[in-house]
């Protein structure tokens, strides 16, 4: 097919870096690869069903059972045009055993192609049979005639065209499947990684929770000491608060017994020295008394003096 010049660069050593670098990682070019040889078997399809169409609109209908003995007979061309085709290629590497045995098989092959034949012409009028009944090639879309000869099935099914596309074809199944397993294995890394993510995120919620059940039960012994040392403390302030009320009390009680003393000791000692006042005045008033009486007597005395005079 002329399909014009490639837009790509075909070199060999690019190419073997390509396949090492892919060894290391997966680049998924494979997927260009996928969709640009899709759109030549898409063609290639799009192709074969309008020259099958054409051959239905234009060739003459016939039965059932004369299509499927036609149908025959092109599969021996077919599996003839193959085999030729193969010898060919054998005898063009130096396989000449080989290729005698494919021709061996070659003529096994024509024999069942003439008896189907036979039965062929046999179930159709003579005029109908000399017609050149067509078919599409389902690998490569071309036209292959019932009555073709060993040269034109070889030169068709040995030609680039045909063999090309079988390995276009072929090249298809197998990246298809190379990049199935590769999407495969890369959904298995994701679900593998999400589950390393999900284990780990399990055990950091493990650890958080043990983490916050340590604070919750370092923060519960530490509340059970402070209420422990409370409650101690609260007893020690009782202790404390009974031994000073009891000291207070004894210490009351002797105050007041010494109050009592200390009163009756004043009391009898104030009426005591009351009783030395009241004496010590008596006695002051006496000599008083009589320091005037004397006073009074000595006056009276130098008054007579003085009459006397």
């Known amino acids: 097919m002329d399909l014009g010049e490639c837009t790509k660069i075909h070199d060999l050593a690019l ?26 078997i898409a063609d290639c399809d799009r192709r074969t069903e309008l020259a099958k169409k054409r051959l239905a609109e234009t060739q003459e209908e016939i039965s059932a059972e004369v299509a499927a003995k036609a149908e025959k007979v092109h599969e021996l061309n077919e599996e003839i045009g193959k085999l030729l085709a193969k010898a060919e290629h054998l005898g063009a590497e130096g396989n000449v055993d080989e290729a005698q045995k494919v021709l ?4 096994k ?11 062929y ?22 036209y292959l005639g019932l009555h073709d000869n060993d040269r034109r099935l ?4 040995g030609g680039k065209l045909h063999l090309g596309f079988i390995q276009i074809r072929e090249k298809l199944d197998q990246l298809k499947k190379t990049v199935v397993e590769k999407q495969e294995k890369r959904n298995q890394e994701r679900l593998k990684r999400r589950e390393e993510r999900e284990k780990e995120e399990k055990t950091k919620k493990m650890t958080r929770s043990r983490s916050r059940e340590q604070k919750r039960s370092r923060s519960r012994d530490r509340r059970r000491k402070r209420s422990s040392s409370t409650s101690r403390e609260k007893r020690r302030s009782h202790s404390r608060s009974r031994e000073r009320r009891r000291r207070h009390r ?3 009680r002797s105050r007041s017994r010494g109050h009592r003393h200390s009163h009756e000791q004043s009391s009898r000692h104030k009426s005591s ?20 009486n004397g006073r009074a007597d000595s006056r009276r005395a130098d008054d007579r003096d003085m009459g006397d005079l």
């Open 121 to 142: 012409r046999n179930s159709m009028p003579a005029s109908s049979f000399q017609q050149q009944k067509l078919r599409v090639c389902e690998v490569c879309s071309a």
């Open 109 to 119: 092959v024509r024999t069942k192609k003439k008896d189907a034949e036979e039965e």
């Open 154 to 157: 070889a030169d068709h099914f």
């Open 15 to 40: 190419r073997a870096d390509y396949e090492i670098a892919s060894k290391e990682k997966d680049l998924f070019f494979e997927l260009d690869a996928v969709d640009h040889l899709e759109s030549f």
């Open 104 to 107: 061996q098989e070659v003529e």
């Open 250 to 252: 004894s210490r009351s």
């Open 273 to 292: 020295r009351d009783r030395e006042r009241s004496s010590r005045d008596r006695s002051r008033e006496r000599d008083r008394k009589e320091g005037v």
